[in-house]
């Protein structure tokens, strides 16, 4: 994992690596049960080379509080480990330069549980699984089982700060997660 981190953050795989501070590969304990896939670093994650540490980070770390889960319990990572330049989304061209970085972290880490944050990183996983996806609206707090993996796509943690209603949605589909980890779903 090591190896991995440093190929990471020496990375110069498509543009992003020109405009970025520093590039974030992720953390999180290496046999993490439960693996969280964000779309992009933001302003504070370049930073800081750590994922979600700005405000959706301050909901990510609510939401797991609610179901009795600290981030020293999980793996955090993004899709794309390189902030896009003006928080725009990621291109598929960026997306695909960072693919093999996330399917190294998935082989390595192994996790039963893979939680997305955001159409981005719903869209990517299902892809990689071979499952066909309608909108993040339609299948947040939805479990699709992959073999022995439970993926289960949720609305990014910054959606409830643009709409407050989202937090509550959000809490419903942690509660499914913790469901799912209990082995109740």
């Known amino acids: 994992m090591e190896q991995l981190k440093r190929e990471v953050r020496q990375c110069t795989k498509c543009p992003l690596s020109a405009s970025r501070t520093h590039a974030v590969p992720g953390e999180g304990p290496e046999d993490a049960r ?11 994650e ?21 179901i009795g889960l600290a981030r020293g319990d999980v793996y ?4 794309v480990k390189c902030r896009p330049p003006g928080n725009r989304d990621p291109a598929a061209g960026e ?22 944050l955001g159409r981005f990183a719903m869209q990517a996983m ?10 993040i609206g339609e299948e947040r707090g939805t479990v699709h089982r992959v073999g022995d993996l439970a993926l289960i796509p949720v609305y990014h943690p910054a959606a409830a700060i643009y709409d407050p209603n989202k937090k509550d949605v959000l809490l419903e589909d942690f509660r499914t997660l913790r469901s799912v980890i209990d082995g109740n779903a």
């Open 95 to 116: 997306i695909e330069a960072c693919s093999g970085y996330l399917d190294r972290q998935l082989d390595l880490i192994a996790p039963a549980v893979v939680v997305t």
């Open 34 to 44: 439960v693996l969280f896939i964000g779309e992009a670093p933001g302003k504070n």
């Open 76 to 79: 955090i990572t993004n899709i």
């Open 126 to 135: 299902f892809r990689r699984s071979g499952v066909e996806a309608g909108s």
């Open 46 to 66: 370049d930073r800081q080379g750590r994922p979600f540490v700005g405000r959706a980070g301050a909901i990510l770390d609510e939401l797991l509080a609610s």
